[in-house]
């Protein structure tokens, strides 16, 4: 039996975030609350696929359609967001033994080429996956470039006291000796997204960088996901706003998605604002601290500070003939 596409609207939303809470491979940004919120100020237009085998779900693949003239193209993520992971997530693939789980795998990514093909036929495709989902080789399989990318993920199961004899010795100071100031850090409202989106735009504007993401964007998933998934932690010394950390979650993995940016104090506050939220998760239960990327050799040294473990992800595109030229620059974009 082949595997059926069935293209979701809103009025399945429920049915469908309940296959994202039950596939392994799937992150807050797909909930179709944020999937709306992408496809709307993206200004793309929004194709929730899910496979069937019968009526058994087998896996799911957000793809954002957008035009420009005679030219279109599919997006997973869609561009300009900082949205670094989303992709095809798959489901009831545990029990199955390897060849038959491979050979759904691979009947559903046909599937879904096949849809887009026929629906929206992309002269340029763009997915990039989540660090949960490891094999791209069905992608290759159906012609599409497949190259690997890296993210740091903090394992926070250990306990507190374990997991901070981990970290460098710099870090283990910076996220907890006493310091002369007034240092607080707190879940900010509304109003606190727009400060840490600001400071960061800025933090790139000095750096000559381009950044596109709005605050009006994060405060539209702070809104539609709640204030249980999108936290803003920020950090105040002396009573003084100095920076802060956005991040989105869901069950198993809290995601450093936005801010961090470097703070003019001399207090060491994103050592505190990491520490700080990785505690804080661990009381909710939550396993994984994923730092989003380890790519950038500066913010490498960084981020390995807290001993995580290397996880890897994959930039998967597809373009036309005499589409190469977009298909690089979009590369070099990214």
């Known amino acids: 039996m082949s595997i059926e596409i069935e293209r979701f609207d809103s009025d399945s939303r ?9 596939s392994p491979h799937s992150t807050p940004f797909h909930r179709y609350e944020a999937l709306e919120v992408l496809a709307e100020d993206s200004s793309t237009e929004l194709h929730p696929l899910v496979g069937f085998k019968g009526q058994e779900p087998v896996g799911i693949l957000p793809v954002f359609g957008l035009s420009r003239g005679p030219i279109s193209t599919a997006f997973s993520p869609p561009p300009d967001l900082k949205v670094s992971y989303l992709g095809p997530a798959l489901l009831n693939f545990e029990k199955l033994k390897r ?18 093909d026929a629906e929206w036929n992309p002269n340029f495709t763009q997915l990039r996956t989540g660090p949960w989902y490891e094999d791209p080789r069905p992608f290759g399989w159906n012609e599409f470039d497949v190259d690997i990318a890296y993210t740091y993920v903090v394992d926070l199961t250990p306990d507190p006291e374990t997991l901070l004899k981990s970290f460098s010795s710099d870090a283990r100071r ?8 007034d240092v607080e850090i707190t879940i900010g409202s509304r109003r606190a997204l727009t400060r840490i989106i600001t400071q960061v735009t800025e933090r790139h504007a000095r750096q000559g960088e381009s950044y596109k993401l709005a605050p009006e964007t994060v405060a539209k998933l702070y809104e539609r996901l709640g204030a249980e998934r999108v936290r803003p932690y920020v950090c105040t010394v002396d009573g003084a706003f100095v ?9 198993r993995t809290i995601y450093r998605w936005q801010g961090g940016a470097k703070p003019e104090t001399d207090v060491p506050i994103n050592d505190r604002l990491d520490w700080h939220i990785m505690t804080d998760a661990m009381d909710r239960g939550v396993d994984r601290y994923d730092l989003v990327g380890a790519n950038n050799q500066r913010l490498c ?34």
């Open 243 to 251: 920076g802060g950390v956005v991040t989105i979650e869901d069950d």
């Open 14 to 22: 429920g049915r469908w975030n309940g296959l994202v809470e039950r």
């Open 99 to 116: 060849r038959k789980g491979e050979q759904r795998h691979e009947g559903f990514i046909a599937a879904c080429v096949e849809y887009l």
């Open 174 to 181: 910076n996220a907890t000796n006493e310091v002369d100031a």
């Open 301 to 334: 040294g960084y981020k390995a500070k807290f001993a995580p473990d290397l996880y890897t992800y994959y930039s998967i595109h597809h373009n036309t003939p005499g589409m190469g030229l977009v298909s690089r620059l979009y590369k070099q974009l990214r």
